[in-house]
């Protein structure tokens, strides 16, 4: 059994005295229960004044288009099921944090054009190679990473 985005945005609301999550710049959708397992890109596309999106400790195996959230510059996706980093290029001009630790991810690939990431937290997850790293040399902002736990180290 899996909660839907919808569910648990109508149980955010809720939670926020009947604040709208289309007009929220803060979503904290952390360990729902049952927990996430798909984001339907329709409903995150509504979210277009959101900043921070936090979604840890759900199941999700994979991110969806995040286009129409021109305002993100958060994202929380830590202690989920992603295997592969994709689909963020929606939030390339805007995009500064990427939280996404203990996960399966095996490759930075999907972060090259982030040009705006300053933070990358991507400990415990199945990162090899330190060759992954090279994928990180086009990103002028990046400040702060963590990649601790991984079979690189």
Request: include cysteine; hydrophobic fraction near 40%; charged fraction near 20%.
């Amino acid at each position: 059994m899996t909660t839907t985005l919808g569910q648990a945005l109508k149980q955010w609301e809720a939670k926020n005295d009947g604040a709208s999550a289309k007009e929220a710049d803060t979503i904290k959708l952390c360990a729902v229960q049952p927990p996430i397992a798909k984001l339907d890109p329709k409903i995150l596309s509504a979210l277009s004044s959101c900043q921070t999106l936090s979604l840890s400790t759900n199941a999700i195996d994979k991110l969806p288009s995040l286009s129409g959230m021109a305002s993100l510059r958060i994202l929380s996706v830590g202690r989920n099921n992603l295997k592969k980093v994709e689909k963020l290029d929606d939030v390339a001009a805007t995009l500064e944090q990427l939280w996404m630790s203990y996960n399966q991810v095996t490759s930075l690939e999907g972060l090259a054009g982030l040009g705006q990431l300053q933070v990358l937290y991507c400990s415990n997850n199945l990162i090899k190679s330190f060759g992954e790293l090279d994928h990180l040399a086009g990103l002028p902002q990046l400040r702060e990473v963590l990649f601790a736990g991984n079979p690189m180290y």
